[in-house]
């Protein structure tokens, strides 16, 4: 049945053993150690293979294992027979309750040799960690199914990693809900953060408030049953589940059914627009109270887990200020704002939560010193807000950075690190160092501008930089790159994603714009004459790092309905993961690129998600027709609009609210195009070594494709009313490529442009940037490197 031989399967093969940074199997997250002995060899596997568990019983845990080799193989499996000696053996050492608590051990070893498959885990948890990583191993090569021999131990680095859904704003089925669970285990992920209740509905059953999903759920909520299968469900695969009712704010439908609950009175009507509104619970009145102790007590009774996650934020306090009685028992009570009133709120809130034997969970709001360390901050605010949750000897999460309801590159999310980070003195003028700062402002479609000043110091080792934006701490900016005497570029990570100003300086003034993800945002601003005061990032020590129990990814739903759900979620999800787990050394993004295109096939096929078959149902849809080729090769010049972009589009439009159809081609996109990615590099290789004719090449036939695709694409925009608005984006591309074909042959051949031409090509590169139907040409960017190595120096 078994034998073992050179490994064939297709697999590249680094060195002989990884710990950080990672390697080149197919691992995602990145274990803690990965060793490869000398004479590497594979395990070939066949349809007879067996499977053994001993020690504890985690269900039926070897009939998963061999369902998902079944998928990933092809194979019809033959029965399993009794035998001495399976083909993988899983030992798990003692029987814990199965279900998962925030002290499970996940940790494991796997060996692969010649004798077959070896895991070895402390409890249930750690052996569905290492069936996961075995599954990612096995693969498909030329000549067999294999598995490498490797000698794995692995551990989580932080005991938190989880994935918020949101069931409120637009319902999620069930099966999707347990679609993305078994995501979840694939990914290692251990918490899934249920966000039940909203403004826009009520989505569980309650016994002693009936009118919540008679009145505000529009019909679509969950039972308690069905509360209870998806808890079993997550339970069999490790996964915790933490509800979520929000109190005081975000109360809206609360209102509707129970008014008398409220700030100010009735009569309310479900609310259907996004956002931050007015309605909030009233917390002078004991039936407030009881309220909240019979959610607590319903949910309790479902869900085991000890934490319960009270949501808290962004509470309007204008029904407080205009509310007589309470602002007389704020008086009488001594509580000088509107936070501390949320504060005696939440007080008289954790002592029902204690009653219940349940922990808080809240966001940022609810951090207050009158409340006991036993609560848990999840950080929507930042590293800054995290930081000082820490310092305080508060337990903290973050969410910053991993909003995957944004479509942002993959490469933002996995920079973002949950411990906050030091300047490591980029700020400290030397005193041969010259230092320009300058003022800007950064007007958006929704909301304030964003306003700050950067300072770029020229050293003896050449530029670095720092930025400070008002309200938040100093942050260092990287990749300093002057293009002539007047514009400058750096990046830096921000709340809003990959920011990248491209900005000109003129005497004393500064114009250009902020690159925002993939999205321009004008900005003027003037020179400093000194170099500003700053705010220095909060940065716990050593001890203090311990309250930080690691993140969750959040998957807001105002742009996100099941329809759509895998597409935002996944992969990038596992590269979330992958920074909740794995070593902070474990850093490297082509690597992580690499990794993840293959989690992304194997995921599709032995987990079963829908990132791809979403997106060719929503394409059919586009395209009245099954024909969706032309459709495909348009999405690798496209992004949706990353950052808020779209829903501030939205907003300016009147259409933020939930009947706004998810229907758009900008919907079916994936986050980011690895095409473009690709594209990049070819561009960088080509400009670095003009005579790279393989990178030439790839160029010129993706240009080639791209036009030869535009009169198929413009056929399917003319006969969708949901695609008309793509024409003239078809157009653009269609341009783009013919002056990437021009570009192309010019820096292969070390031909240069002449000012004038230059400024043609950046004007119409310029206008193809520009957000059309929630839509981003991406391709614009490689193409503008193109161009800036044809000027002549």
């Known amino acids: 049945m078994l034998r073992s031989s050179l490994f064939t399967a297709g697999l590249l093969l680094g060195a002989s053993a990884f710990a950080a940074p990672a390697g080149d199997l197919p691992l995602m997250p990145w274990p803690a150690k990965v060793e490869r002995p000398a004479a590497q060899g594979a395990l070939i596997l066949s349809n007879d293979l067996s499977v053994s568990v001993t ?67 402390n409890t249930r948890f750690g052996a569905l960690r290492a069936i996961e990583t075995l599954l990612q191993l096995v693969q498909n090569g030329a000549e067999n199914t294999a598995v490498p021999w490797v000698t794995i131990d692995d551990a989580p680095r932080f005991p938190w990693r989880g994935l918020l859904l949101d069931s409120a704003r637009h319902f999620i089925p069930l099966e999707d809900i347990k679609r993305q669970i078994d995501g979840m285990a694939a990914a290692k992920l251990n918490v899934l953060h249920w966000h039940l209740t909203d403004d826009q509905g009520w989505r569980f059953s309650s016994t002693r408030y009936p009118k919540l999903t008679q009145l505000a759920s529009d019909g679509l909520y969950y039972t308690p049953e069905q509360m209870r299968e998806i808890v079993r469900y997550a339970g069999e695969r490790g996964i915790r589940v933490v509800p979520e009712i929000d109190m005081p704010g975000h109360a809206s439908a609360i209102g509707v059914a129970y008014p008398e609950l409220m700030s100010a009175p009735g009569p309310y009507e479900m609310e259907r627009h996004w956002g931050v509104l007015k309605p909030v619970l009233d917390p002078t009145k004991e039936a407030t109270y009881a309220f909240a102790e019979a959610m607590v007590s319903e949910l309790a009774a479902i869900f085991p887990d000890p ?3 009270i949501g808290g934020d962004e509470v309007d306090d204008t029904q407080w200020k205009n509310n007589p009685a309470i602002q007389q028992f704020m008086r009488q009570h001594k509580l000088a704002d509107s936070h501390a009133l949320q504060a005696f709120f939440n007080r008289r809130l954790e002592l029902i939560l204690e009653k219940h034997h349940r922990q808080m969970v809240g966001w940022d709001e609810i951090y207050h010193p009158d409340l006991p360390k036993s609560i848990l901050i999840q950080s929507w605010q930042g590293q800054d807000a995290l930081g000082e949750v820490a310092k305080q000897g508060y337990k903290g999460i973050l969410s910053t950075g991993f909003y995957l309801d944004q479509p942002q590159s993959t490469a933002y999310h996995y920079r973002n690190e949950i411990v906050p980070q030091g300047l490591s003195g980029v700020d400290k003028l030397a005193d041969n160092d010259s230092a320009q700062s300058w003022r ?25 930089g720092f930025i400070d934006f008002s309200g938040k701490s100093r942050r260092a900016v990287q990749k300093i790159e002057w293009r002539d005497d007047s514009q400058v570029t750096f990046t830096v990570d921000t709340w809003m994603g990959e920011t990248r100003p491209v900005v000109t300086v003129d005497n004393d003034k500064l114009s250009g714009y902020f690159l925002v993800g993939n999205v321009r945002y004008p900005i003027t601003g003037e020179r400093l004459e000194a170099v500003p005061a700053g705010v220095a990032p909060v940065v716990p020590d050593a001890e203090q790092q311990k309250n930080l129990l690691g993140g969750e990814a959040a998957l807001w739903a105002e742009n996100v309905a099941a329809p759509v759900l895998d597409i935002k979620l996944w992969p990038r999800a596992f590269a979330v993961a992958e920074r909740l787990w794995s070593a902070k050394e474990v850093n490297d993004i082509d690597n992580m690129y690499s990794r993840l295109q293959a989690i992304d096939s194997w995921s599709t096929v032995s987990v079963g998600l829908q990132q791809h078959s979403q997106q060719q149902r929503q394409f059919t849809r586009l395209a009245n027709s099954a024909d969706t080729l032309a459709l495909q090769i348009l999405a690798q010049a496209l992004e949706p609009a990353q950052y808020y972009t779209r829903q501030h589009l939205k907003f300016q439009a009147g259409n ?47 240009f080639n494709r791209w036009q030869s695709n535009t009169s198929d694409a413009l056929a399917l925009s003319e006969n969708s009313y949901q695609l008309h608005a793509l024409g003239p984006v078809i157009q653009e591309v269609d341009k783009l490529a013919a002056i990437g074909l021009r570009l192309t042959d010019l820096v292969a051949r070390q031909g240069t442009l002449d000012d004038q031409e230059i400024a043609a090509i950046q004007a119409t590169l310029d206008n193809a940037a520009k957000v059309q139907d929630e839509v981003v040409i991406a391709a614009v960017y490689p193409l503008e490197k193109l161009l800036r190595a044809t000027r002549n120096l």
Do not use: C
């Open 440 to 464: 800007f402002s950064m007007p958006r479609l929704k909301g304030k501008p964003v306003e700050g000043s950067f300072t770029l110091i020229k050293g003896e080792s050449g530029w670095r």
């Open 656 to 702: 933020y609210h939930q009947f706004e159809p998810l229907n758009r081609y900008a919907d079916a996109l994936s986050a980011e195009s690895m095409t473009v990615r690709q594209m990049d590099k070819w561009v960088d290789r080509l400009i670095s070594d003009a005579e790279d004719s393989e990178s030439a090449d790839a160029l010129r036939h993706l």
């Open 307 to 309: 934490y319960l996650h």
């Open 55 to 121: 020690g504890d019983d985690p269900g039926d845990i070897a009939g998963r294992l061999r369902e998902r080799l079944a998928l990933q193989t092809g194979w019809t499996l033959r029965p399993q027979a009794a035998s001495e000696k399976a083909t993988i053996r899983i030992n798990i050492a003692r029987k814990v309750k199965p279900q998962p608590l925030p002290d499970s051990d996940e940790s494991y070893r796997l060996v692969v040799d010649a004798s077959g498959v070896n895991i070895t885990a």
